[in-house]
């Protein structure tokens, strides 16, 4: 159990009933103002963003595709699929401005939807309170906060759990995480269903 910070300074006894507890609050509570996450860019990038789209906002993005492998049958599918699938897309970028150095990592699905997204802003001359400002000015109230260091907004639903992070160190570093916690999961069960689809028409094939 940890001891956090409300808004209006208040401490907050965070425990797995409380937890659970915010979460039903944040879907079922009429008239809460939460932001829109998709509405969110890092980087000029939303949520949901096409791999072509991200190597145009980061030419710099180096990408790798990671196979797909079944909790069951590993790779043995590939004989009756043709192909290795894809499970997901990893990228990472670099970027140096005179002391400040920016780091990007991108995670897309295996057809290629961004699905997060970090930055981490490493700067001497990093100042929190401005970058905290900033974001509050263009995204309104979080939903979590623990200042000087976290603020984090969220948007949950039954079938989806979204958030968009800020930590803050100051005159060390900064980090940025916008995500789309359920997107991956969505995105494999229906690769999995692809494949058995797949596996099945194979067989009868083969079968007559």
């Known amino acids: 159990m940890s001891n956090d910070r409300s808004l209006s300074g208040q401490p907050i006894l965070w425990g797995p009933l409380s937890v659970a507890a915010l979460a039903l609050f944040l879907i079922f509570t009429p008239g809460w103002a ?32 990671v196979p797909y492998e079944d909790p069951s049958v590993g790779l043995s599918y590939v004989p009756f ?46 100042t929190c309170a401005s970058i905290f400002q900033d974001n509050l000015d263009l995204h309104g109230e979080p939903q979590l906060s623990q200042e000087p ?41 229906k690769l999995r269903k692809e494949l058995n689809t797949s596996i099945d028409q194979t067989l009868t094939r083969g079968g007559r």
Do not use: H
């Not at 998709?38 to 789209?53: T, W």
């Open 34 to 65: 939460m932001t829109d996450i998709r509405s969110i860019s890092l980087q000029g990038l939303k949520l949901g963003a096409s791999q072509s789209e991200v190597q145009s906002a980061l030419p710099r993005m180096f990408f790798q595709n």
């Open 149 to 189: 260091y976290l603020l984090e907004w969220l948007q949950r639903d039954f079938d989806f759990d979204q958030n968009y992070k800020v930590e803050c160190f100051d005159g060390r570093r900064a980090i940025f995480i916008l995500e789309d916690r359920r997107a991956l999961e969505r995105y494999l069960a």
């Open 81 to 126: 699929y043709g192909k290795e699938a894809i499970a997901q897309i990893t990228g990472s970028s670099q970027m140096v401005d005179g002391d400040r150095v920016t780091n990007v990592a991108t995670n897309l699905t295996g057809d290629g939807q961004l699905y997060r997204i970090e930055v981490q802003e490493v700067d001497p001359n990093l």
